[in-house]
């Protein structure tokens, strides 16, 4: 490492290192790292909830209650007739 930095970079070995935050570009035996930013510790805001009693109004609506006492025997199929 001493030689490295030596050759290299012209100066000494590093006794203490910065912490930064870094990723890998891929989880194959690169060890390039790059330093990346940090997302905020911004809380997130809370939402009304409005819209999901919408939707589930909107669901309800569209879809068709389905009445299994009543069942039309032509859409019963051949194979459960004979089970």
Avoid at 18 to 45: E, G, W
Avoid at 63 to 80: F, G, R
């Amino acid at each position: 490492m001493k030689n490295h930095y030596d050759m290299v970079h012209g100066i000494k070995v590093p006794t203490q290192y910065n912490i930064a935050a870094a990723q890998h570009l891929d989880k194959n035996h690169h060890k390039v790292f790059f330093c990346v930013i940090p997302p905020s510790d911004i809380p997130i805001p809370l939402l009304d909830n409005d819209w999901i009693a919408k939707l589930d109004s909107e669901i309800r609506d569209t879809m068709q209650e389905v009445n299994l006492e009543a069942i039309d025997p032509q859409y019963i199929n051949a194979l459960l007739k004979k089970t």
